[in-house]
């Protein structure tokens, strides 16, 4: 089993980060945690490198094989469909899996890679070199590989010089043999392209091709940065991926609006500060953007649970606002007056009291007479 960390909540949507050839799931420090915030992010590491055994692939892999550990790693999570980013080779799994196996990648982001890697002499000639000389020689070339001049990350540099040599080889098998070219007009998932515009490694131009192929992509191009993207220019990075993944915020804030009324999500933004953004986005993301679109409950159904909850913990602010919601989803003042009715029996007199105080308040202003 491939080696990972998860970071953010269990519940969350899920998030599978992919690294560099040389690179462990370091790679993704400066960016990783921010996405954690709203996403179940897995990273993981290439057989080899970081904590990952070196056995579990061998001279003559490919970027299917790879892309077959990432899914038995998703499997062993319990994860089934899931957003997917990779940076170079963890990048040429991304389109692997989202060619191969399009029903488990709900969107792709492809950062510093390619649909080939220029042909497969200079991997094998690599691959050669790491199995009869080792990493080190090729690790002191690291930094000019993956860098502009004057940036390093000694943390990626010593995880290049320690990856075992014959997995490393393995995968320049691997990337030797990769060629998606003629199979990218079949991607469906939304895709993003990030490319580092300093990138010798995969210069921008490999990610126009991709973009001009697959349908409705997005191209990113990140000055200052080289072929570690997210490890030298985190920030452009994380605000590439926080707008490719954004799709559940969209659709949340269409659903939030349809449910709650365009005032009082209108109010709210108005009211919305640097403190409070993130609290704002993860609403529009979660609560709205996946709980209130699961159709395995109507729009009906969900009100009458979220009045009830309400009462039961004394929300009364919010629950006027919930009255104003059910009555958008097709409930009756009648139908609201035995959710409450309810409350009674199971959350106590006194709140439902309160309850109806509140509901026949909004009910009244609804209706225009009085209270």
């Known amino acids: 089993m491939l080696d990972h960390l998860a ?16 690179t462990s799931y370091a790679l993704w420090d400066a960016v990783a945690p921010e996405l954690s915030a709203g996403h179940r992010v897995i990273r993981w590491d290439l057989p080899g490198h970081g904590g990952s055994a070196a056995d579990l692939i061998g001279p003559g892999a490919t970027v299917g094989d790879l892309a077959g550990l990432v899914l038995a790693l998703a499997d062993s999570l319990g994860v089934e469909r899931f957003a997917y980013a990779g940076v170079s ?14 029903d488990r990648v709900s969107s792709l982001a492809v950062v510093c890679s390619s649909a080939h890697f220029n042909g497969a002499k200079p991997w094998e000639e690599r691959a050669a070199q790491v ?9 002191d070339g690291a930094e000019a590989r993956w860098f502009t001049p004057g940036f390093t990350v000694p943390r ?28 990218l007009g079949d991607i469906t998932a939304p895709t993003l392209l990030i490319a580092g515009r300093e990138d010798p490694a995969t210069p921008p131009a490999h990610l ?51 449910v709650l009324g365009d005032a009082h999500v209108d109010r709210a933004q108005a009211r919305q500060s640097p403190f409070t953004a993130r609290f704002q986005d993860f609403i529009s993301r979660y609560a709205w953007g996946e709980i209130w679109t699961d159709e395995t409950l109507s729009r009906r159904e969900r009100s009458l649970v979220t009045l009830t909850a309400l009462v039961a913990h004394g929300h009364y602010e919010e629950l006027a606002l919930h009255v104003r919601a059910a009555r ?36 009244a202003e609804e209706d225009g007479t009085p209270g």
């Open 7 to 22: 970071e953010g909540p269990a519940s969350a949507p899920p998030l599978l980060l992919g690294p560099s050839l040389g």
């Open 89 to 102: 080779l963890g990048g040429a799994v991304g389109l692997h899996l989202a060619v191969h196996h399009p």
């Open 131 to 139: 199995r009869a000389e080792g990493l080190v020689r090729l690790a």
């Open 156 to 183: 990626l540099v010593r995880d290049h010089r320690d990856a075992d040599p014959g997995a490393y080889a393995a995968c320049c098998d691997a990337l030797a043999a990769f060629d998606l070219r003629d199979r």
């Open 208 to 258: 126009r091709e991709i973009a001009d192929a697959v349908p409705g992509a997005t191209l990113t191009e990140i000055p200052g940065a080289s072929h570690l993207a997210p490890a030298e220019r985190p920030e452009a990075v994380l605000a590439a991926l926080r707008a490719h993944l954004g799709g559940d915020a969209r659709r949340g804030m269409a659903v939030r609006r349809e």
């Open 328 to 363: 958008r989803n097709g409930l009756t003042p009648d139908e609201i007056g035995a959710v409450l009715l309810q409350t009674a029996v199971y959350c106590g007199v006194p709140a439902a009291n309160s309850a109806f105080a509140t509901a026949q308040r909004v009910l």
